[in-house]
């Protein structure tokens, strides 16, 4: 192949359109100008988005990462550009999203000198990334971008950052790039072993309640149909995590709820009394397993995983089967006998009218004066015909958005799990409207988060991002607050805010958006916001103190759900 | 039940290696108790010889998380009683000390040390062995005032016949090769 020289900061964006990048999240400053100088000339070829905050930007990677599939890119500056990415990458690397973050340098000579906006990135970032490196000098560049994008995307994706020093960004070199495929230290899926899966289909054919538990992993690994066909055959109920939500439709007769603290009944119920585990991507967080030690005594542990680190983490499991969750499903199917669970099936539907009753019907359909979070999310939900990209924030909006928004596709779910990072909506928002342009963004995010990240919304009007946000205004840390009810006597220590006229601030903004308090407007200001050409948000005054129900309390089974206070 | 563990790591020779290491004991607030970095009989693989005091279920779970980092080929760990292993450590006394009684001459010899250098100040004293033994020579050096005394990290290799990273590394390139 011919090579011409170029800059190192040429070297950076012609690697990344190597690497198929169409949209890169950042923000300029001193240590990284020389790339953004090379930027100016590939604004035909690559879309480039300044954020308000590093945080957005990262948090936006993270949006577009995870409706796409692809590496989110994101550029920071040295010093506190760079610290400002850090919770994004905190996020990143515990829910496992592919990011490429590239960060400015101090030149190579002012390295430990304390240069100014000199920070160790490297350093910091190290805990929190798949993989970081430091470059000083520009030969490094295009090798360095080729392995960060492997490391990023194979295996459990993750966070990785490449940290450039200023003089490497002016070197001049001969540009050759070639992907990288493989590194020897480094085995990012093992092969699935076909005596695993012959062992785990024997216990599924035996199992008499058998319970399959999905996560993230399955979209990862685009296995959903092959989820669907392992479900349907087997005739096994299905139970979701946080970030396994939208991977099977919600109207799917096997999907049976939601796991965890704020799951639905049944699955947490159920979990004790299944004679069989089938965890598939998914690594058995806290707020799933309630208290490990009465977690699933009954049952028989199958898990399939691509992180051997995962394996007997926390759960023991009797047959572990390591490798892609498309490859492990596809076999596992090819291995199972067809059966059916009627009867174990029907159970968690009796669990489902107990949870109606108690619960569902009084949050999504109300009667009582004063709305709620649940029958806005149920109306944007039917608005969108569950086709919408749902992106949440973090807190008691989160909970009820996840139980209630309804799917139809998957990579339609965008939320901070694992970290629980609040400022996480409104930047995620923007990023996953840039990786699903076609798609309706519908965002709902809580006045406590709101008002972390709320400078996006400059950069949502300034690109004409046509993402739809409910504010679920409750005039409380609303979380926090009923955990302050339930668990510290009432004692609301610093939770309650006197508030902004949000309105008011995103019209400053240029977003146009309406505040709606009484039932009767509801309805028909969600149907202004889906239908508004452009962005919109919609403020919801929902009841002061409504707690999220069911609530496996901290330190309990998942047996012992409540369904009401 | 906590007791030593040998965690044994290979891994590519790259800069901040050693941080990736050492932050996973550090977040789970596992103590090391001695930890020796130096190439492997390949070059350009690092070892890592790791010691502490630990449950065996956390030991197996830190050297799952230690697999896991992009840079490290192979980690495992062992009991003391699997592997063989060594410590060095050197003791400075007075010369003087030396000229006035046997004593020292006498341990030195029973503890199967070697003398270093001597000078007209002082003498170094070296010798290799557990650590009990190391420190066993410490105490009985110490009746005459050890100068300065320093041990090293622990040394261990297992009780396999052959080293097995090469074999490792052959099959490793065979798994590769199989990716694409």
């Not at chain 1, 607050?481 to 309650?496: A, I, V």
């Not at chain 2, 003791?91 to 020292?104: F, G, N, P, S």
């Amino acid at each position: 192949m011919a090579t011409k020289k170029i800059t190192g900061s040429e070297a950076v964006i012609l690697s990344l359109l190597e690497e198929g990048v169409d949209t890169i999240f950042g923000y300029p400053g001193g240590a990284i100008m020389p790339v953004y100088d090379a930027l100016y000339d590939f604004d035909q070829k690559v879309t480039h988005i300044l954020t308000r905050h590093e945080q957005g930007a990262i948090h936006a990677a993270e949006g577009y990462a995870k409706v796409t599939g692809k590496a989110g890119v994101c550029f920071a500056t040295s010093g506190p550009g760079a610290t400002n990415l850090i919770t994004g990458i905190a996020d990143a690397m515990i829910d496992s999203i592919p990011l490429v973050c590239i960060t400015g340098q101090v030149a190579s000579p002012l390295l430990g000198t304390d240069a100014f906006q000199e920070s160790d990135v490297v350093g910091i970032s190290m805990p929190v990334t798949k993989w970081n490196y430091q470059i000083t000098c520009a030969e490094e560049i295009p090798e360095a971008i080729a392995k960060a994008f492997y490391i990023a995307q194979s295996g459990r994706p993750g966070p990785v950052l490449l940290d450039i020093a200023k003089d490497a960004q002016f070197q001049e070199i001969d540009f050759n790039y070639k992907k990288c495929k493989k590194i020897r230290s480094y085995i990012p899926e093992h092969p699935v072993d076909p005596f695993k899966v012959k062992a785990a289909a024997e216990l599924i054919d035996r199992a008499k309640k058998p319970l399959l538990l999905f996560g993230q992993g399955v979209i990862i690994a685009n296995a959903e149909e092959e989820l669907k066909a392992f479900v349907e055959k087997t005739g096994i109920p299905a139970a979701w995590t946080l970030l396994g939500l939208s991977a099977l439709p919600t109207d799917h007769p096997l999907n049976i709820g939601m796991l965890g603290m704020h799951g639905n009944y049944g699955p947490n119920i159920k979990t004790n009394e299944a004679d069989l585990i089938i965890a598939v991507g998914m690594r058995f967080d806290d707020r799933v397993t309630g208290k490990v030690s009465s977690y699933a005594n009954g049952a028989k542990i199958i898990h399939l995983e691509v992180d051997p680190a995962e394996i007997d983490k926390i759960i023991k499991t009797d047959v572990a089967v390591l490798g892609d969750a498309k490859k492990s499903l596809k076999m596992l199917t090819d291995n199972v006998n067809e059966n059916s669970h009627e009867s174990w099936l029907q159970e968690f539907h009796d669990c489902d009218a107990i949870e109606n009753d108690k619960v569902i019907n009084k949050d999504i359909y109300p009667s009582q004066e004063g709305l709620t979070m649940g029958e806005a999310v149920r109306i944007a939900s039917e608005k969108t015909r569950h086709n919408a990209i749902l992106v949440t924030d973090v807190g008691q909006h989160q909970m009820v958005a996840s139980r209630y928004f309804k799917f139809t596709q998957s990579k339609s779910n965008v939320t901070s799990g694992g970290l629980g990072t609040m400022g996480y909506a409104i930047p995620a928002a923007l990023g996953a409207q840039l990786g699903a342009k076609n798609r309706t963004v519908v965002t709902f995010v809580g006045d406590g988060g709101f008002q972390m990240t709320l400078q996006e919304l400059g950069t949502i009007v300034q690109n004409k991002l046509p993402v739809k946000i409910i504010l679920l205004n409750n005039n409380f840390l609303g979380m926090v607050r009923q955990w302050q009810q339930l668990f510290f006597d009432k004692r609301y220590s610093f939770t309650e805010l006197q508030n902004p006229d949000f309105i008011a601030i995103s019209k400053g903004f240029g977003m146009d958006g309406h505040k709606v308090t009484k039932r009767d407007e509801l309805e028909d200001g969600i149907q202004k916001m889906i239908e508004h050409d452009g962005p919109y948000i919609l403020e919801v005054v929902v009841q002061k103190e409504d707690n999220v129900f069911p609530m496996v309390p901290t330190g309990a089974s998942v047996s012992d759900i409540i369904l009401e206070a | 039940m906590k007791q030593e563990f040998i965690i044994t790591i290979f891994s590519e020779n790259h800069i901040g290696l050693l941080n990736r290491i050492t932050i996973n004991f550090t977040r789970r607030k596992m103590n090391i108790e001695s930890l020796t970095v130096s190439e492997s009989a390949i070059k350009g693989i690092s070892k890592f010889t790791i010691v502490l005091n630990e449950t065996e279920d956390r030991v197996k779970k830190v050297v799952r998380q230690l697999e896991k980092v992009v840079d490290v080929l192979k980690a495992f760990y062992h009991t003391n009683d699997e592997m063989i292993y060594q410590e060095i450590a050197l003791y400075k006394v007075r010369t003087e000390a030396l000229y006035e009684t046997d004593k020292i001459e006498k341990i030195v010899r029973k503890a199967g040390a070697r003398i270093l250098e001597i000078t007209r100040e002082y003498t170094v004293i070296e010798k290799t062995g557990h650590k009990e033994e190391t420190q066993e020579l410490f105490e009985q050096l110490n009746e005459f005032k050890v100068m300065q005394f320093i041990r090293s990290g622990r040394v261990a290799i297992t009780r396999d016949p052959i080293e097995r990273l090469s074999e490792f590394l052959k099959e490793r390139d065979a798994f590769l090769e199989a990716m694409d």
